[in-house]
């Protein structure tokens, strides 16, 4: 039950009861004893493990059904009122008839289930940057994540009041259970029934299918981004698919950095960099999302509206990234990893040898395992993940809660590049810097699988599988910000850690060691190192960015800071070709930065 008076939250609960007939109907509150409670269920019921008490305290581990492990960007849609609004790089159905479409699916698709209702606050409850949301699901897994990745609390309730507005977020796995059946350890839809579906206009969400990430967390990439983003291009902000780390010199001055990249590309690992330049230190402030507005000064502020990470496991080791164990080391949810015979986690790239376990598909497992074509086995999935508490995080910076955020001095673009793109370079001015972040190119990675073979993905901002409106709108969007800022702009750069030898090395060391880069980013903010001007941007002088004590010998150094004028072209054109399907919608700043950028490679 509820004591809450909010007529439009009553009646969208009582709506969605009419319409998906769940068993019962449970007011969540966020508590410790609710969180205990469905976890005990969970485990009950098989869904979940309960890992070893003495290793991973208060933790849990869960399999999703082989079907079910990560966003379904192909049935994800943007359904604005007029298809040119959702744009070339959205799915987009008439609102009318997804609703439609939808409602039949929605039509008892919760029988012999509980439907949660879960007040959400994306930002610290009650601070006028926050944004309030209420997912109703039907998959328990959902209310014990959304415990830990947004703030889910009767307070919400309070703040929202008797007329208050929030922005209804409706999940289902979308499996309905008829008397006397057995529920399946995961219930999930097939692939051709699954909708995450987005009605921007209304600030709506609909997903049906789905138990996995983001495709059920709604809070997350659905409201956080999606919805955001086009709130914000209406009304004057930034929702960005960004991480923020304040960066701290040994004088104690204090820079702080929002960076872009797509997922699984190594946002959590340098949200929480342990710097290996003498004095200076990372803190985290978020690792995937940031919300940004121009403050009193007239300089931009983020905030993260974000309780905790959801990162992705594979390759989480003491020597990538301690301090994301360290957040995981309680209070824990592990998805689709390996359980050891003792209840405890592992998975690839972890740092530490597994003798064998229960894999993700919940098979028997060990290490040496191998499929038909001789490949081994894995017994995580790539795209397993973690969700842990950020206060848990030893580098948590203490102004990460603050309602007022952080000011932005830095904004760094990139992707994974084994190619082509430079270890870092520095737009010349903020128009420059869109032009980079619009052009951003990366190749796939684990978070999205069902975008097939492509060799290269541009991915404006990181953000393509997230703008909620038409990317051109969204990207002059960037440009006028950038008017409004002026002088105050962050400044903008370009990063790439992952270029690779024609043998196949890594050419960088990357992890801590990309601490060096950020110093120089620093030191190009204070005026304290010089560049050389390339065809593609500012780059660091020989001997300014330091490189002391690395094993880097000087020819690989030498290929990081390399410009290979005849390859980036080849980029270029990619770029060119990719714009092209934006129309009319292409801001002029775009065309004119690429034919600037044409006219200086040629
Ligand atoms: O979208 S998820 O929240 O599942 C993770 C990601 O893609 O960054
Ligand atoms: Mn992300």
């Not at 209420?134 to 014990?144: A, C, K, L, R």
């Not at 703040?159 to 507005?165: Q, T």
């Not at 006397?180 to 029934?193: L, M, T, V, Y």
Request: charge should be negative; aromatic fraction near 10%.
């Amino acid at each position: 039950m509820t004591t809450t008076k909010n007529q439009k939250l009553l009646n969208w609960v009582a709506e969605v009861e009419a319409m998906c007939t769940p068993d019962k109907v449970v007011w969540c509150n966020g508590s410790t004893e609710e969180y205990d409670r469905l976890m005990g269920e969970m485990v009950a019921s098989g869904m979940a493990i309960k890992l070893n008490e003495e290793k991973r305290p208060n933790s849990y581990a869960f399999n999703s059904d082989p079907s079910d492990v990560a966003r379904v960007e192909g049935r994800t849609y943007i359904a604005s009122l007029k298809e040119e609004d959702a744009g070339p790089t959205n799915n987009w159905i008439d609102p009318a008839e997804l609703k439609e479409t939808m409602k039949g699916l929605y039509s008892g698709c919760m029988k012999g289930r509980t439907m949660y209702v879960i007040p959400f606050s994306m930002g610290p409850i009650g601070s006028p940057i926050s944004k309030i949301g209420v997912e109703i699901s039907d998959s328990p897994y959902v209310v014990v994540n959304m415990h830990i990745m947004a703030r889910v609390s009767d307070k919400v309730l309070d703040v929202l009041g008797d007329d208050g507005d929030f922005i209804p977020c409706l999940h289902t796995v979308g499996s309905p259970l008829e008397p006397g059946q057995e529920d399946s350890r995961w219930p999930c839809a097939p692939i051709e029934k699954k909708y995450i579906a987005h009605f921007p206009e209304e600030n709506l969400i609909w997903s049906y299918g789905s138990g996995y990430g983001g495709n059920a967390l709604l809070g997350k990439k659905c409201l956080a981004l999606r919805i955001a983003s086009a709130m914000a291009g209406r009304e004057g902000w930034m929702a960005e698919h960004m991480l923020i780390l304040r960066f701290t010199n040994p004088e104690g001055k204090k820079f702080h950095i929002a960076a872009a990249f797509p997922s699984a590309c190594g946002k959590t690992n340098l949200a929480m960099l342990q710097s290996t330049v003498p004095g200076w230190k990372v803190e985290t402030i978020g690792d995937d999302i940031a919300w940004m507005k121009p403050g009193p000064d007239g300089r931009l502020y983020a905030i993260n509206p974000e309780a905790g990470f959801f990162g992705v496991a594979p390759g989480t080791a003491e020597y990538s990234n301690p301090m994301a164990l360290a957040s995981c080391r309680k209070d824990a949810i592990f998805t689709n990893v390996v359980v050891t015979p003792d209840k405890d986690v592992w998975w690839e790239d972890m740092g530490v040898e597994c003798a064998g376990g229960t894999d993700w598909k919940n098979n028997p497992w060990t290490p040496d395992m191998k499929d038909a074509d001789g490949n081994p086995i894995k017994g995580a999935h790539p795209n397993s993940r973690f969700t842990a508490r950020a206060e848990l995080c030893p580098v948590i910076c203490e102004d990460w809660e603050n309602p007022a955020g952080v000011p932005i001095d830095i904004f760094v673009f990139g992707g994974k590049r084994t190619t082509t793109v430079p270890l870092v370079h520095e737009a010349f001015d903020f128009n420059h810097g869109v032009y980079m972040g619009a052009t951003a190119s990366s190749e796939p990675t684990a978070a999205a699988l069902d975008l097939g073979n492509v060799a290269l993905r541009i991915d404006p901002f990181a953000m393509t599988p997230f703008i909620g409106y038409h990317a051109g709108d969204y990207m002059q969007h960037w440009f006028d910000m950038g008017e409004k800022l002026g002088d105050k702009a962050p400044r903008c750069f370009y990063v790439n850690w992952f270029r690779k030898t024609d043998d196949g090395k890594w050419l960088w060391p990357g992890f801590g060691e990309n601490s060096r880069v950020l110093k120089w980013m620093c030191d190009r903010v204070e005026g304290k190192v010089g560049v050389r001007e390339t065809p593609i941007g500012y780059m660091p002088i020989d001997g300014e960015l330091d490189i002391d004590g690395l094993d880097l010998p000087a020819e690989d150094w030498a290929e990081l800071m390399k410009v290979d004028t005849d390859l980036y072209k080849k980029t270029v054109i990619d770029c060119e070709t990719f714009l092209q399907k934006f129309g009319d919608k292409l801001p002029v700043q775009i065309t004119e930065q690429l034919e600037n950028l044409k006219k200086r490679l040629s």
